[in-house]
């Protein structure tokens, strides 16, 4: 399905409420990055991001990875038909 396709699926009231959230998010991030950058500079907001995604990035790559002692714990938890 093409883009104009599947945007013409959405009805004006869920397009109208999408964009102002968005408007209201970004815009939330510019004023919020001004106080940083008048003590960090550029480069301390630019640490201060790469350090957080960082943090961000690793704790969702640990909780994806499997255990090895998780199966063996929550065995009892599961069905028999998962392996």
Known sequence: MNLCAYLSTFPPLQLTLVSSIGG???????FGTATPL????????????????TIC????????????????????????SVK
Do not use: K
């Open 24 to 30: 209201v998010i970004g815009t939330g991030l510019f």
């Open 38 to 53: 008048q003590y960090g500079g550029p480069l301390g907001i630019l640490l201060g991001y790469l350090f957080m995604g």
């Open 57 to 80: 990035f690793a704790t969702m790559v640990f909780l994806s990875s499997p255990i090895s002692g998780t199966y063996r714990l929550t065995s009892h938890h599961r069905s028999p």
